[in-house]
């Protein structure tokens, strides 16, 4: 048996059932049969401690009402609830910690996290400040760890983003509670948060949070971090909401910490006390470090897709208006129809991005004070308008209903473009301020749009048994002024990207100065290719159409190379967008708490 | 919006939610995740550094499914560090060692069984001894394993297979302080209690970054309610020089010349205790002497340290009712450490501070058995803290164990510098590292990893098999590791403590105990260790060993009677057996010491200067030291854990002030090339005044560190000089954010 099993377990796990636990142990005898090998691998698999111990297991176990650690924690905890008006806060002593860490553990252990997970993490702040100790005098360097959890925020934006209220501020205690089973997992509330507080957890398709350890609070218990800290740094009070609010609304300058964002974004409560000078130059340990965030592809193919089919219902309108009748006639239902598709496609890409799909449609309960709850809504709407259109396009319905619906389609999809730049802009990111994210988007549906109907459009002449006719009679011409659309609006978007790299000559390293270096630097090959599509596609090609239709066209010649001329365009001008949009999320440099040396 | 408005839309509970689910644990331990409900709970101390905290271990069903510091052990008081609270996490990782693995004609390692792992150790170990002499194969010990296993160890070794030469990795770490200790208390006996910390009114931190390396020592320094002046010397403002209230930013590797200074000070200033240096000391007319030429002026020009500073500290440790002076490895780690270990030993005589509470010469020590290792390694030190050369030691060892007394060599061991030198030479052919990882720690990294490969056997016993030692092995033994089985370490200071089985170890590794034991047998020496049948025994046999000794513990029992006591520091002789004695006590209460004359000895000695200078071509001094409280040593452990992962900086960085930055042409963050004379490490930059101009600072867990160091040495305990060498460095790549 001994070789044998030997053998079989090379490089595997022993089977635990070998070791039958009847059998002695080393050195008290036992089994003539089994060699010191096979007893010591044996002893090695049988756990002792509970036996060994067994006296002292009794002891621990003669239950005590209260943790023994409470000794240590019962004056870092309020001793009620918080009364009217007031709510709880974290608070830290500055001057006590010394960046040991232990916070970060204690909530990943007392909580029982996923691997690498913790409600709390630890950042650095350097600099240099007057000299403290009264030896000597000058400059002296200075630094100091920020641990930092979620500031259960007077005015939170987690909860305010949040498309389907899965966020609660405990009206007695303020506490942020985040519900974990109300979650869709969208992220967006990862975006919202100034802090970085929430955190998606892809084993379970939602974020968590801090909840301040309300339950271990409700029973007189510390928080993790709290009982985890060996120096007592940080407590949980209770604040006036009335106080904070005078001291944090409409103060601009001020933030929690240095390089900490600004406080008047969400009224966070946490204090962080020093009775040391803090330096007003400090930095962050991770300043000037600089890592892409995460692309969200989902998301950039959702908003480039629905930004397309949004300009192309435009587009259509525009060629109502530009085109010959016979053109339009006959495009309608192609480019109706195209674009819809478009759209369905956009809104199955955006399911991708959701951690729990089937939940989606909880979107419908932040409609009061979400933007993604309003885009999505704004956009569910579009799709069904759009849908009816194309529907009563295709049946030759009563130009009137077209009409209507058509507009309706075009309303409705200009809202939901203008809600998605209102999701990025709301979340105090400089790079998606509106000023520049709706234009953007815009743009987008501008020089897309275009492209899409006219592809659509090209291939409807091409299958209509009017289509020959109609070229020879100069349709194709009549759609120049859409090319022009694409080539203004190409030209635009890209001088409007380029205004963000001005700032990689900033002096200090700014927030467009980050985002400039990182699309030029780790982002490079992507705003290579997103420049090269956007060239190619919305400036080179399009010319090369409206020469081509400004000769003498025949249908036979002409339309099959337009035809292929307007598909490259289109791929180019999808692809170029999908990679502005992966930069866009990409290259932001968002708000946070100072972070760690990295 | 608000809670009340859509509640039937909203979902309050269900599995997500209940992932979180906290419930009461009982056992005196409050609210834990409902999942990992302990059944029972049971103690044990941590197996990372020599702070020795206790760990609540919670069990289910017998197995270690989560952990929470302790709260009653007069060590820790229910608070651990980031490694501690992850000592766990790190058994589960996918890169232990789950079977031995013998390197193939092919040159490729492969699994083996543990009879053919049995065999080839004594067959090729017995070759090489068979040609070369016995003295040909060496073993390399650690402070990470219990002291019944590295006494197992060193006894196999030495007693057994006839090796003369085995040291240990604590060599690195606290070889300075023993022979410091040795020469002026008579015996390495650290003398303080952790209470001391607490107790002080003066705290004076030398070389000792101790809220990062040590933060549950810290936190005893928290506690202390007499408003302590705490002093940090220390060339860099680390974490703990900002939580001190005053930081002496002395230029590196002038310690030993700002501690003479201050001795001037004190004795010019008429600040000593001339009582206690009379009646408790003896040498001290010769420092009267030789501290003459140490005037402010000569220091403050050597030091950086202005002369006012110089006064106001030497007025501080003067005037102070309780001074405790601690020191770590700046200054262990040094070419004249063990002068400037006895330079910080001579401040705390002269001025009285030793054996009361909140004073002492306190060397804190750095892995969580460091303090066995110097006691029962049996490596340069016979058994018990004996010495190989008398007679007399080697007979009473030889009585107690009942073997012949020719079997233990009459010499001493050569130091881990003098192994590997022996390998250069070629009169060191077989090599057996336990629980080590020296080819990322060892001085000077190139020539080791040259020099590994030389050997004709290197076998490695790890836990790990990607340690970068390991992967050098011609056989790799598959340990178990803390957690996974029992025995005591000793912690900082003096105490015994308790380590269990929690968790079962993966595969067929074993514990080293067991590993030793099955080596034993298959060399054919196992009747020699046959009273050494588990490590309590053994607890037993050391024990027994102890008496007489300074560090007799024969009042102690076994391993239940360690636990029972809150661990038990040495010295518990007999004599206290059946008592309670204080649960934290010090040494030389009676202002007596070790010495033959009973007298603390004053050394002094002149100082050197660092053996590699700067120049032209390496301007700066290289400074290394611990990253960050999660990171471990070679992180062989630490870097298998997600969350400690996440709390250390994520690439290779060097530290560098501002004003070398600018000079260097090195923007924030950018890559740069650290070169010495002996290597170059890439790394990025980290701008930060912390680091004083002229020095750079990269942590000892980045594996190219030690390509740059020099392998300089103290003359007295051989201990390497790991902070201070001279390097040069520049940027490479194109841009701030360039990646190469």
């Given at each position: 048996m001994t070789d044998a099993t030997l053998t079989a377990g090379q490089g595997l796990l022993v089977e635990?059932?070998?070791?039958?636990?009847?059998v002695a142990s080393p050195?008290?005898?036992?089994?003539?049969?089994?060699t010191p090998i096979d007893l010591y691998l044996r002893s090695q698999q049988e756990l002792t401690a509970v036996d060994r111990f067994s006296r002292l297991h009794d002891d621990d176990a003669?239950?005590?009402?209260?943790?023994?650690?409470a000794r240590y924690y019962?004056?870092?905890?309020?001793?009620g609830p918080p009364g009217e008006g007031q709510q709880y806060a974290f608070s830290v002593d500055l001057d006590s910690?010394?960046?040991?860490?232990?916070c970060v553990t204690a909530c990943h252990s007392l909580n029982g996290?996923?691997?690498?997970?913790?409600f709390r993490s630890a950042g650095l702040l350097i600099g240099a400040r007057d000299?403290?100790?009264?030896?000597?005098?000058g400059l002296e360097p200075w630094q100091q760890t920020v641990t930092t959890a979620c500031?259960?925020?007077?005015?939170p934006a987690c909860l305010k983003g949040c498309p389907v209220d899965a966020?609660?501020?405990?009206?007695?205690?303020?506490i942020v509670r985040h519900l974990d089973d109300q979650?869709?997992?969208?992220?967006y509330c990862t975006l919202t948060c100034p802090y970085e507080v929430p955190r998606y957890n892809a084993r379970l398709g939602i974020v968590r949070k801090c909840d301040m350890c309300s339950d271990r609070l409700a029973v007189g218990e510390a928080p993790a971090c709290v009982q985890g800290c060996p120096t007592h740094a940080i407590s949980v009070e209770v604040i006036d909401r009335s106080t904070a609010l005078a001291a944090l609304?409409?103060?601009?300058?001020?933030?929690?910490?240095?390089?900490?964002?600004?406080?008047?974004?969400t009224l966070p409560t946490t204090s962080y006390r020093s009775l040391r000078p803090m330096p007003a130059q400090a930095v962050a340990g991770d300043h000037h470090s600089l890592r892409p965030s995460h692309s969200h592809l989902p998301l950039a193919v959702m908003l480039v897709l629905t930004q397309v089919s949004v300009g192309a219902f435009v587009a259509d309108l525009m060629l109502r208006a530009v085109a010959s009748d016979v053109f339009a006639a006959t495009i309608r239902p192609y480019a109706a129809a195209g674009a819809l598709i478009v759209a369905v496609l956009a809104l199955g890409a955006s399911t991708?991005?959701?951690?729990?799909?089937?939940?989606?449609?909880?979107?419908?309960?932040?409609?009061?004070?979400?933007w993604l709850s309003r885009e999505i809504v704004t956009f569910s709407v579009f799709a069904a308008a759009a849908a009816a259109y194309a529907g009563a396009v295709w049946r030759s319905l009563s130009p009137a209903l077209v009409t209507i619906l058509g507009s309706f389609v075009v309303i409705s999809g200009v809202a939901g473009v203008l809600c998605s730049a209102m999701i990025y802009a709301v979340t105090g990111r400089r790079w998606w301020r509106l000023a520049v994210t709706a234009p953007k988007f815009v743009l987008t549906a501008a020089a897309t749009g275009p492209a899409l109907a006219l592809t659509l459009g090209g291939f409807a002449l091409a299958v209509s048994p009017t289509g020959a006719g109609a070229v020879e009679g100069g349709a194709l011409r009549s759609a120049v002024p859409l090319l022009g659309v694409i080539v203004l609006a190409t030209v635009a978007k890209l001088a409007l990207e380029g205004?963000?790299?001005?700032?990689?000559?900033?002096?200090?390293?700014t927030d467009e100065r980050r985002t400039a270096i990182l699309l030029t630097d780790d982002l490079r090959t992507l705003s290579v290719r997103r420049v090269t599509a956007a060239l190619i596609g919305g400036v080179v090609l399009p010319l090369v159409l409206v020469g081509l239709w400004s000769e003498p066209v025949t249908s036979t010649t002409t339309l099959p190379w337009s035809l292929v001329l307007l598909s490259i365009t289109l791929g180019l001008l999808v692809a170029g967008e999908l990679a502005e949009r992966r930069c866009f999320f990409s290259a932001v440099s968002a708000p946070r708490m100072p972070g760690a040396l990295s | 919006m608000t809670a009340d408005s859509t509640p039937r839309l909203?979902?309050?509970?269900?599995a997500l939610t209940r992932e979180l689910l906290r419930e009461p644990a009982g056992h005196g331990i409050g609210q834990v995740p409902a999942r990992t409900r302990p059944d029972a709970i049971t103690a044990m101390v941590c197996?990372?550094?020599?702070?020795?905290c206790s760990l609540d271990i919670h069990l289910k069903d017998g197995r270690a499914v989560n952990l929470t510091p302790t709260?009653?052990?007069?060590?820790n008081l229910g608070m651990a560090c980031p490694k501690g609270w992850e000592a766990?996490?790190?058994?589960?990782?996918?890169?232990?060692?789950t079977v031995p693995l013998l390197r193939q004609d092919n040159g490729k390692l492969e699994p083996v069984g543990w009879d053919v792992a049995l065999s080839a150790f004594t067959d090729r170990m017995k070759a090489v001894q068979a040609e070369h002499?016995?003295?040909s194969v060496a073993f390399l010990s650690t402070g990470q394993i219990p002291t019944e296993e590295m006494a197992l160890l060193g006894a196999l070794a030495?007693?057994?297979?006839?090796?003369?030469h085995g040291d240990g990795n604590t060599r690195q770490c606290m070889a300075t302080s023993v022979v410091a200790y040795k020469e002026s208390?008579?015996?390495?006996?650290?003398?303080?209690?952790?209470a001391d910390f607490e107790q002080s009114d003066v705290i004076v931190l030398i070389g000792s970054n101790l809220t990062v390396a040590h933060p549950i020592m810290w936190e005893r320094i928290a506690k202390n309610r007499n408003d302590p002046r705490v002093i940090v010397i220390d060339p860099r403002r680390t974490e703990t020089a900002m939580a001190a209230?005053?930081?002496?930013?002395?230029?590196?590797?002038?310690d030993l010349v700002l501690l003479y200074g201050l001795a001037h000070l004190l004795i010019e200033g008429d600040l000593l205790d001339e009582a206690f240096i009379d009646s408790n000391t003896s040498g001290f007319a010769e420092v009267r002497r030789a501290m003459k030429r140490y005037r402010p002026a000569m220091v403050a020009d050597e030091t950086g340290i202005s002369v006012e500073t110089l006064i106001d500290l030497a007025q501080m440790i003067g005037r102070g009712e309780r001074v405790s002076f601690w020191w770590t490895m700046g200054v262990?780690?040094?070419?004249e450490g063990v002068r400037t270990a006895q330079a910080i030993i001579n401040l705390a005589l002269m001025t009285g501070?030793?054996?009361?509470?909140?004073t002492g010469a306190n060397s804190i020590t750095g892995q969580c058995n460091a303090m066995g290792s110097r006691l029962f390694?049996?490596?340069?030190?016979?058994?018990?803290?004996?010495?190989?050369?008398?007679p007399d030691h080697r007979q009473r060892v030889a009585h107690d164990l009942g073997?012949?007394?020719?079997?233990?060599?009459a010499q001493g061991s050569m130091s881990y510098d003098r192994i590997v030198e022996g390998i250069h030479r070629g009169t060191i052919k077989g090599l057996w590292v336990i629980a080590t990882n020296s080819a990322h720690s060892?001085?000077?990294?190139r020539e080791i990893r040259g020099l590994f490969e030389r050997l004709e056997f290197l076998v490695v016993q790890d836990?790990?098999?990607?340690?970068e030692t390991a992967e050098l092995a011609d056989l790799v033994l598959p340990a178990a590791g803390w957690g996974e089985k029992e025995g005591t370490f000793i912690n900082s200071e003096r105490r015994i403590g308790v380590i269990k089985k929690v968790k079962k170890a993966p595969g067929q590794a074993l514990a080293d105990f067991y590993i030793f034991k099955l080596l034993a047998d298959a060399w054919g020496c196992g009747d020699l260790f046959e009273?050494?049948?588990?490590p309590e025994a053994v607890f037993a046999i050391l024990a027994r060993l102890s008496?007489?000794?300074?560090?007799?513990?024969?009042g102690v029992t076994d391993h239940v009677e360690v636990e029972e006591r809150g661990g038990v520091q040495w010295?518990?002789?007999?004599?206290?057996?059946?008592t309670v004695p204080e649960p934290e006590r010090r040494l030389f209460a009676d202002g007596r010491f070790y010495t033959p004359d009973g007298r603390a000895r004053f050394v002094v000695d002149q100082p050197t200067a660092p053996m590699e200078q700067t120049d032209e071509r390496y301007p700066l001094v290289l400074l290394t030291g611990?990253?960050?409280?999660s990171q471990w040593h070679t992180?062989?452990?630490?870097?298998?854990?997600a969350v400690l992962t996440s709390l250390a900086p994520r690439g290779p960085y060097v530290e560098m002030n501002p004003d070398d930055a600018r000079e260097n042409g090195i923007e924030p963050h950018r890559w740069v090339l650290v070169r010495s004379r002996r290597g170059t490490l890439r790394a990025r930059a980290f701008v930060t005044p912390t680091v004083p101009a002229g020095s750079i600072f990269v942590p000892m867990?980045?594996?190219?560190?030690n390509r740059l160091?020099?392998?300089?040495?103290?003359?007295?305990?051989?201990?390497?000089?790991?902070k201070h060498c001279a390097v040069s460095i520049e940027p490479v790549g194109a841009g701030p954010n360039a990646s190469l």
């Open positions: 635990e059932s070998v070791f039958a636990p009847s050195g008290m005898g036992g089994d003539d049969t089994l003669s239950s005590h009402l209260q943790p023994a650690q019962q004056d870092l905890i309020p001793l910690c010394t960046g040991c860490k232990s996290l996923d691997e690498g997970e913790s000299r403290s100790d009264g030896v000597g005098d500031h259960h925020c007077i005015d966020y609660e501020k405990d009206p007695v205690t303020g979650c869709i997992g969208c992220s609304v409409d103060q601009p300058g001020v933030a929690l910490v240095p390089n900490a964002p600004p406080s008047s974004l991708f991005h959701l951690g729990r799909p089937l939940h989606a449609w909880r979107a419908v309960l932040g409609l009061g004070h979400s205004v963000v790299l001005l700032h990689l000559r900033d002096a200090t390293f | 909203r979902t309050r509970d269900g197996g990372y550094c020599s702070t020795g709260t009653r052990y007069p060590v766990l996490a790190v058994l589960d990782a996918p890169d232990r060692a002499g016995p003295e030495k007693f057994g297979m006839g090796m003369v208390f008579g015996f390495d006996a650290p003398p303080y209690t952790y209230t005053h930081h002496i930013p002395l230029a590196p590797k002038s262990n780690q040094s070419h501070n030793i054996g009361r509470a909140g390694s049996n490596t340069t030190g016979l058994l018990g803290g004996r010495d190989f050369t008398n073997i012949g007394v020719e079997r233990i060599p060892w001085i000077n990294q836990m790990y098999t990607t340690t009273q050494w049948s588990d008496a007489g000794q300074p560090c007799d513990f024969s010295p518990f002789p007999s004599a206290l057996a059946g611990r990253g960050s409280s992180g062989t452990r630490t870097s298998k854990s867990h980045d594996e190219a560190a160091t020099f392998p300089a040495y103290d003359p007295h305990s051989r201990q390497p000089s790991y």
